[in-house]
């Protein structure tokens, strides 16, 4: 008999396969999942313990277990959950998901949520370093350190000095959204029903895996109550990217003002798509990105 615990870790990675599998994406992602998931089941010694003594590189030393697969297993064994499964099914939950960070709570999760509009890991992220946290009556020095600690193991981020591959070029995950949207929008996009905002449960939110290079993207329209609120949730674009290192997320909107208005735009990275949208230009004009 498998050992209860790697029975089910074994369990979610079958069905993250089975999800990636229904929603089209790459076939060799799909079986890089499912070995995994055999491998695990197959273990003599319990996953949590491969993690407690040698950490995840004790994972990424298994056989059929990459960096991606051993950041899922981590997040499976140390919290019950995998934010890109719950994705995947329809059940993002912003506050489920910061409550699961050690040291906030379901409270203070809604108040992050609610008051302060973080949706996502990395919005905590920017908060605990930009100074917002810091302002909360309840996170102490202690505490925001925590957080911090947490974020960069969970986020896959490096010390300071590592070797770390570059961020995707912004002209990739545009042309992501470009695809996305176009997709969408032809009806050629399998489906899921997201819990949030749904009470009829209707399959509603086009899913898009793809690939560019070696990167594997997953890309939806924006559930956020804030997107609800706008009234951009055909129009917002939340895109996952995963390069092997861990997850990077980008949301891809259109620019309301200034040079780049009407034109598709990655939050955050604004100066380096102002100088795609130039050098489109300069080679000719027909050959901008715009908002299609």
């Given at each position: 008999m498998p050992d209860p615990q790697n029975a089910a870790v074994?369990?979610?990675?079958?069905?993250?396969?089975?999800?990636?599998?229904?929603?089209?994406?790459?076939?060799?992602?799909?079986?890089a999942y499912r070995h995994a998931a055999d491998l695990v089941r197959s273990l003599a010694r319990p996953v949590g313990?491969?993690?407690?003594?040698?950490?995840?590189?004790?994972?990424e030393r298994l056989p059929a277990i990459g960096t991606t697969i051993a950041r899922a297993i981590r997040?499976?064994?140390?919290?019950?959950?995998?934010?890109?499964?719950?994705?995947?099914?329809g059940e993002s939950d912003a506050v489920t998901l910061l409550a699961s960070v050690p040291g906030i709570g379901r409270t203070l999760a809604e108040r992050l949520h609610h008051d302060h509009g973080i949706d996502t890991l990395e919005d905590l992220e920017a908060a605990a370093h930009d100074g917002r946290l810091a302002?909360?009556?309840?996170?102490?020095?202690?505490?925001?350190?925590?957080?911090?600690?947490?974020?960069?193991a969970r986020l896959g981020r490096v010390p300071r000095g590592a070797v770390v591959s570059s961020e995707p070029p912004v002209e990739e995950v545009l042309r992501v959204d470009r695809e996305y949207r176009t997709r969408a929008a032809a009806g050629t996009l399998r489906t899921i029903a997201p819990r949030r905002f749904n009470p009829r449960r209707d399959a509603w939110l086009p899913?898009?895996?793809?690939?560019?290079?070696?990167?594997?993207?997953?890309?939806?329209?924006?559930?956020?109550?804030?997107?609800h609120d706008l009234?951009?949730?055909h129009?917002?674009?939340?895109?996952?990217?995963?390069?092997?290192?861990?997850?990077?997320?980008?949301?891809?909107?259109?620019?309301?003002?200034?040079?780049?208005?009407?034109?598709?735009?990655?939050?955050?990275r604004e100066v380096e798509c102002l100088a795609v949208y130039r050098r489109a230009v300069t080679r000719t004009p027909s050959a901008s990105l715009s908002v299609g």
């Open positions: 074994a369990a979610r990675l079958e069905e993250l396969a089975v999800l990636l599998e229904s929603q089209g994406a790459n076939p060799f992602r799909v079986e313990e491969i993690l407690r003594r040698d950490g995840i590189q004790g994972l997040d499976l064994v140390e919290t019950g959950r995998l934010p890109m499964l719950d994705r995947l099914r302002t909360i009556r309840s996170f102490g020095a202690k505490r925001l350190l925590g957080v911090r600690e947490t974020l960069a899913i898009l895996h793809t690939m560019q290079g070696d990167r594997h993207y997953t890309a939806l329209f924006s559930n956020t109550a804030r997107a009234g951009k949730t129009e917002w674009v939340v895109i996952y990217a995963d390069g092997g290192r861990g997850e990077r997320q980008y949301t891809v909107v259109t620019a309301s003002r200034g040079p780049m208005k009407g034109k598709r735009v990655v939050r955050g």
